[in-house]
Each structure stands twice: as C-alpha cells, then as structure tokens.
C-alpha cells in the first residue's frame, strides 16, 4: 500500500483529500506545520508528498526545495495562487505537478496514481544491481567480468574467466574435460583438450594460494574437474 504525506494547514481541505485517497487503497498522514511537515517528510518512508504552498513555519517552496536535497518521490504542489511565476517557479525546485485551489478530489486522486505509477516505472528501469558470486574468498563479478580473491583483483583473460564462471555455477559437478572445451570453446574437442588443462593452471595461479593443494578446482583424476563448495 502507498503511502502519502500530506502537508496542509486548511484541516477541512486535508480531511477531504484524505478521505478520497483513503478510499481509493492509499495510507495517508497529515501534517498542518510546514517544519514540522518537513521533518516527517524527511524521516518518514512515503510514496509521494502533497504540499501545499501557504504554509505556518515554513512554506511550500522551502520544503520543496530541502527535501529535493535528499528524496526523489513525487510531490505534488498545491496552492490557491493562480499565477505562472508560483507554477514556474514550484516546478523549478522540483516539483512533480502544481494544482491550484479549489480542485476536484477526484482529479487529484487520478494524478496521484499517474504520478506513483511513473515513478514506479522509473525505478523498475534502473539497472539492476551486479550479479555476484562470493566463495570462501573468492568474489566474481559475473556482471563486471571482474574477479578478486581475499580482497585482491586479479585479471582474467575471457576463456579463463568463462571457465571460473561456469565452474563457479556448479559447485560439486565433475566435468571432463570434453565437456568444459565444449561449454566454453562452444565447439568439440578434436584433440584440443589440452586447452582446457592450461587454462585451469593459469586460473589456479591466480586464485588458489597453494595450487598443489588446490581450495577451489579439485582435479578428478581420470575424469576431469570439480568446484569445490
């Protein structure tokens, strides 16, 4: 459920935008103080903010303008001014919409939803975050292409950090080595297995402290190799 702030000193209006948002499933918090509604604005976790402009303490355009210094949901600001410049200048310090007094609640719950619904699809566009694999040290960066082990990066060519990746991903799975050339090299062996064998050395040069005695790839002799978990 969204929830909404609310910072209006005219209780009657505040009541009546309450009621209609209430009733259309949103959670709604009033505050009659400009401070102090900048106060709750800033501590408090809401979906969309409702100022008005004319406020006791502080107005409008002061609130707007420090509380865009740290959050980013929708404010929609309201005022009984009709003028451009009040417009202009509310939009200017960051203001998502400006509706001027007297206005019907049901406008104002309509573009409450279109403006929850396009921040929503903002933030759902933003990139998502790194896809990561962390063993006993060892951190792969799947997303980056970057590999560290015990807080130190270490470069990797493309076939070698491939061969960690897919080998990272199934732990306790053994593959020969005609399998690994095939997943990685995307092409069947024909004799080059030992492409494989180089290619686990070089990555255990890079990653196992002691690669006689290996922490990560466990050779299965006879078979191939194992990830160890």
Same mark, same amino acid.
């Not at 919409?97 to 609640?105: I, L, V």
């Not at 790839?217 to 006879?222: C, L, Q, V």
């Given at each position: 459920m969204s929830r909404i702030l609310i910072i209006e000193d005219e209780v009657s209006i505040a009541e009546l935008e309450k009621d209609y948002l209430e009733l259309s499933g949103f959670e709604? +918090?009033?505050e009659e103080d400009g401070k102090k509604g900048l106060e709750r604005a800033l501590t408090d976790n809401f979906d969309l903010l409702i100022l008005d402009l004319m406020l006791p303490g502080m107005d409008g355009f002061e609130i707007c303008r420090k509380f865009r210094e740290t959050k980013n949901i929708p404010i929609i600001m309201i005022s009984a001014k009709k003028e451009d410049i009040d417009k202009i200048r509310g939009l200017g310090l960051g203001a998502?919409?400006? !509706?001027?007094?007297?206005? &019907?609640? &049901?406008? !104002?719950v309509a573009r409450v939803k279109a403006h929850l619904a396009r921040y929503e699809r903002l933030i759902g566009s933003s990139f998502p975050e790194n896809e990561i694999i962390e063993i006993r040290g060892l951190k792969i960066d799947k997303t980056a292409r970057r590999v560290w082990i015990n807080g130190e990066e270490k470069n990797f060519t493309t076939k070698e950090f491939d061969l960690l990746t897919f080998l990272a991903q199934n732990p306790n799975h053994v593959f020969t080595k005609e399998e690994l050339f095939s997943k990685i090299w995307d092409m069947e062996s024909i004799g080059d297995i030992a492409t494989v064998t180089v290619h686990i050395k070089k990555i255990r040069e890079k990653i196992e402290f002691n690669t006689a005695k290996p922490l990560y %790839? +466990?050779? %299965?002799?006879?078979v191939g190799y194992r990830f160890k978990m």
């Open positions: 709604v +918090e009033l998502d919409d400006y !509706m001027t007094k007297p206005f &019907s609640p &049901s406008e !104002m %790839i +466990e050779t %299965i002799w006879g």
